[in-house]
């Protein structure tokens, strides 16, 4: 049973700092690439960044460029989003998803991810 439980998130204050962790189990972790993507109150999924399964190649959303770094450690299936200088419009839901077949680079198709995690709340506030 495939399972991706996403933890870290939080309340932080504009320019502040966030490190969100995902834990995969229950399917082969290193030959999947994933994805990071949130939804803001409102508002509809958004890409955000991802990472191929080697780590090896990683792409970001524009507007969180330069702030988040996405990493991955196979031996721990674990995926990880750094964000740094969160800005109040960083607020929303953040999702860990799994790219649903190989590829050998990052897709920002949300349709093409077939697993997700339930979510973890980043509000960033003063």
């Known amino acids: 049973q495939v399972r991706l439980v996403e933890s870290g998130g939080g309340l932080a204050q504009p320019g502040g700092s966030l490190r969100l962790v995902c834990e995969a189990s229950g399917f082969t972790f290193s030959t999947y690439a994933m994805s990071w993507a949130r939804q803001a109150p409102g508002k509809g999924l958004e890409w955000v960044s991802g990472?191929?399964?080697?780590?090896?190649?990683?792409k970001y959303a524009d507007s969180v460029k330069g702030r988040f770094t996405i990493s991955r450690d196979n031996a721990k299936k674990t995926v990880y989003l750094q964000m740094n200088s969160l800005r109040p419009e960083d607020t929303a839901r953040y999702y860990c998803a799994r790219d649903s077949q190989y590829r050998i680079a990052v897709t920002t198709d949300l349709d093409l991810y077939d697993e997700w995690g339930q979510g973890t709340q980043v509000t960033v506030s003063s």
């Open positions: 990472i191929t399964n080697d780590g090896i190649e990683t």
